[in-house]
């Protein structure tokens, strides 16, 4: 079953920070996070692992709640370069496999 | 390297006609995917394979196939166009193994995608 995201779009200042969150109703292995900038290829950032591990790259972090099944993506002193569509894709396998399924995906625009 | 690449990047076709999108990795992945990616509906996958002579079902496979025989290639087969299956494919790669989570190289890796109108 496909995972929830939300906001579904969001205009930020840049400078500003965002939050955005992807939930499923599966018990999930991982969550990968992706940034698709218009008319290009989804680019990974980054997977989390059960374990409520959390992940940082450069201004951009992300949480994993394994209790709640839910995974959260933190861009704090946003640029102009963070606009994009963000994914989540999870993978609900127990290991070894990597079989995502993706989000509807949240528009982000940093405008000046 | 050159990563995950896709041939053709755009291309119209008639109802009915047939076609084959190619996909060929450098990354000495086991792991392939075909996507595709409708608006405001996210990546839907349509076949995977974990390994040369492995292949699997998606999510949404009638219309599609494929076939795995080698690691590095992974084609896509539409029989029988149809309007529905206008869309943009994603071919992506990735490693199996969860032991390289920890240095980042488990995530896939996408194509530049093929744009497939049907009319």
């Known amino acids: 079953q496909q995972p929830v995201q939300s906001p579904q779009a969001v205009i930020l200042r840049e400078g500003e920070d965002a939050v955005i969150n992807c939930s499923s109703s599966?018990?999930?292995?991982?969550v990968h996070w992706y940034r698709q900038k218009h008319g290009e290829a989804p680019v990974f950032l980054m997977i989390?692992?059960?374990?409520?591990e959390q992940k940082g790259h450069e201004k951009i972090s992300a949480s994993f709640n394994e209790k709640k099944q839910q995974s959260s993506l933190y861009l704090t002193a946003s640029q102009l370069s963070y606009s994009g569509t963000y994914f989540c894709?999870?993978?609900?396998?127990?290991?070894?496999?990597?079989?995502?399924?993706f989000g509807t995906g949240t528009q982000l625009k940093v405008e000046l | 390297n050159a990563g995950v690449t896709q041939t053709p990047k755009f291309r119209i076709l008639k109802i009915g006609q047939s076609m084959t999108l190619q996909c060929t990795q450098d990354?000495?992945?086991?792991?392939m995917y075909w996507y595709r990616q409708d608006p405001g509906m996210g990546l839907k996958l349509i076949y995977y394979?974990?390994?040369?002579?492995?292949?699997d079902k998606g999510e949404v496979p009638n219309g599609y196939n494929v076939s795995r025989s080698t690691t590095e290639d992974f084609p896509l087969r539409l029989e029988l166009a149809a309007p529905s299956q206008t869309s943009v494919y994603f071919c992506?790669?990735?490693?199996?193994?969860?032991?390289?989570?920890?240095?980042?190289?488990?995530?896939?890796?996408f194509g530049s995608g093929t744009r497939l109108t049907v009319v």
């Open positions: 992506a790669s990735s490693y199996s193994s969860y032991s390289r989570a920890a240095t980042g190289q488990y995530g896939y890796t």
């Open positions: 599966k018990a999930l292995y991982s």
């Open positions: 989390l692992l059960k374990g409520g």
């Open positions: 894709g999870t993978d609900v396998l127990t290991g070894g496999g990597n079989k995502l399924t």
């Open positions: 990354m000495n992945h086991n792991y």
């Open positions: 394979s974990v390994g040369a002579g492995i292949t």
